[in-house]
């Protein structure tokens, strides 16, 4: 089974909107995790415009299933994370002022860095995770650095979809094929939806989570929670 992991920073920027604590992140979180989710995902940034590091601290005693924390391995994300010790830390190469992710790592230029970085996040406990496009000298590359699984940025196959969805796909099942024959878990993330999402999961046998937000939230506001998460858990059956 895939696992549907929550990604709840857009519920954290509509609580930054005014300044209080509407909606309540916390019980949104402990929320989703009732209507089925299987996890939890936050990206704190330095700016913390939308999930800020005590949100982070906050939420770890209450999250039941599976935490997982994305993010620049900066210096004070790094503090955060040997702080919490979620189960899963998931590298992303955001700039500071990134309005979103919108790349993945290049693992055969930062190999050594991304070595180090990997090998302190399994001392600490946690499964790391590279975000990564669906490369396959990335890949290979990725393999070499210890991590434990790759996430692949799934924005080009949510682009390519409504055009040519086999075309969108090819790569993606080449990356995750040659993932696993390297020993590599596969998660997968960025743009997915309910139009998308089942196709994906039926082309990358094995695929271990998915992490959806933006689009999540956004069929929330017509469809309710509860009902959302149901519906995006169907896709991955």
């Given amino acids: 089974m895939t696992k549907l992991s929550v990604n709840i920073n857009k519920i954290a920027t509509l609580r930054n909107a005014r300044g209080h604590n509407r909606p309540d992140l916390l019980l949104v979180a402990r929320d989703c995790e009732r209507f089925g989710a299987e996890g939890i995902t936050v990206h704190p940034r330095p700016d913390e415009r939308h999930i800020r590091y005590q949100d982070v601290r906050d939420l770890k005693p209450l999250v039941t299933t599976e ?15 040997r702080e919490v010790r979620p189960e899963q830390v998931t590298l992303v190469p955001d700039a500071p002022d990134a309005i979103t992710s919108n790349a993945g790592w290049d693992t055969i230029r ?15 406990g946690c499964r790391v995770s590279i975000f990564l496009d669906p490369v396959a000298e990335l890949v290979r590359a990725a393999a070499t650095t210890g ?22 796909v090819a790569p993606y099942r080449d ?40 689009a999540l939230v956004c069929d929330a506001l017509y469809l309710g929670l509860e009902n959302t998460i149901q519906q995006y858990l169907r896709q991955l059956q």
């Fill in 67 to 81: 935490f997982n924390i994305e993010g620049n391995p900066t210096p004070d994300f790094i503090a955060l994370v």
């Fill in 110 to 124: 930062h190999q050594d860095y991304l070595r180090g970085i990997v090998q302190d996040f399994k001392q600490m």
């Fill in 147 to 168: 991590t434990d699984r790759i996430e692949l940025y799934t924005e080009a196959y949510a682009t390519g979809y409504h055009q040519d969805r086999e075309a969108a």
């Fill in 175 to 214: 990356a995750a094929a040659l993932a696993r024959q390297l020993g590599l878990g596969v998660n997968a993330g960025h743009d997915l939806d309910l139009d998308n999402l089942a196709f994906l999961h039926q082309q990358l046998p094995g695929l271990a989570e998915v992490s959806i937000g933006h």
